[in-house]
C-alpha cells in the first residue's frame, strides 16, 4: 500500500490556467505538507497544516493555496499559472510529535510544467 | 538561504569506499534527518538525530551532530553502486508539525 500518494504524476500545463494536485496518506498522521522542487533540486517547504492549523512559508504566492477536506488529504491548488512555477511538487505527512521528533513521509512527486 | 547545506555538492566515489557528506544549519533544531532521494523519486527517510544525540548509526549508515558547530555529518560504509542518489538533510525546529528545512543536496555516484 501506498503511504503517502500523489496525482497526477505528471501535469503539463499553459500559463494562465488553474490546476490542482491531490494527495492522500493512509498513515493516520496528524500533519501534512507540500514542497516545492525546483530544476536545481533545492527543496522548500511551502505549507504545513495540522488539525486545521495553517502555516504558510511567507515566501509562497497567494496564488497557491492548500485545501484540507479532512485529516487524510490535502490538496494543492494553484491559481493563474505561471512559467516559474514548473518544478517537481511533493506531498508529505508526519505525526504531529508537539515536542517528540518524527520523519516525514513522502510522496513520489508531481512534476509540473507550464509552457 | 538554506537553512541546512550540504557539502559537497557532489560526490564520485567507487564502489566499496566510505562516502562522507556533511551539513551545516543556522538555527536551533529538534532534530536532524537525512533523506535519499532516487532519480524522478521521492524523498525516503533515512535517519534521524534529536538535538541531545551526538552519534548514531544505521546498518552502513552512521551520522553525527555537533549543535556546538551547528553540523552533521552522513558516512556511508562500503559503498554499493545501488547508493547511488542524492542524499538531504533536513532540520527540524520547534514549530507545530515540526515543518522540516531541507539543504540543497549531495549528489552521490557510486561507480561499480
Known amino acids: 500500500d501506498t503511504a503517502v500518494s500523489q496525482t497526477p504524476k505528471y501535469l503539463v500545463t499553459q500559463m494562465g490556467n488553474d490546476k490542482s494536485i491531490k494527495c492522500e496518506q493512509n498513515l493516520g498522521h496528524d500533519t501534512m505538507y507540500w514542497y516545492k522542487q525546483d530544476s536545481k533540486k533545492f527543496l522548500k517547504i511551502m505549507f504545513s497544516?495540522?488539525?486545521?492549523?495553517?502555516?504558510i512559508n511567507e515566501t509562497v504566492p497567494n496564488r497557491f493555496s492548500p485545501k484540507s477536506p479532512d485529516k487524510a488529504h490535502l490538496n494543492l491548488h494553484i491559481n493563474s499559472l505561471e512559467l516559474g512555477d514548473s518544478a517537481v511538487y511533493f506531498c508529505a505527512s508526519s505525526q504531529d510529535p508537539q515536542g517528540r521528533n518524527t520523519e516525514a513521509f513522502f510522496g513520489q512527486g508531481t512534476r509540473l510544467t507550464v509552457v | 538561504s538554506q537553512q541546512g547545506e550540504e557539502d559537497p555538492q557532489a560526490l564520485s566515489i567507487q564502489e566499496g569506499e566510505n562516502a562522507t557528506m556533511n551539513c551545516s544549519y543556522k538555527t536551533s533544531i529538534n532534530n536532524l534527518q537525512w533523506y535519499r532521494q532516487n532519480s524522478g523519486r521521492g524523498l525516503v527517510h533515512l535517519i534521524l538525530?534529536?538535538?541531545?544525540?551526538r552519534e548514531k548509526h544505521s546498518g552502513r549508515l552512521r551520522v553525527t551532530l555537533d549543535t556546538s558547530k551547528k553540523s552533521s555529518s552522513l558516512l556511508i560504509t562500503a559503498s554499493r553502486a545501488a547508493d547511488t542518489a542524492s542524499y538531504f538533510c533536513?532540520?527540524?525546529?520547534?514549530?507545530?508539525?515540526?515543518?522540516?528545512?531541507f539543504g540543497g543536496g549531495t549528489r552521490l555516484m557510486v561507480k561499480p
Open positions: 538525530i534529536r538535538s541531545n544525540e
Open positions: 533536513a532540520t527540524g525546529v520547534r514549530l507545530a508539525g515540526n515543518m522540516l528545512t
Open positions: 497544516y495540522n488539525n486545521k492549523e495553517l502555516i
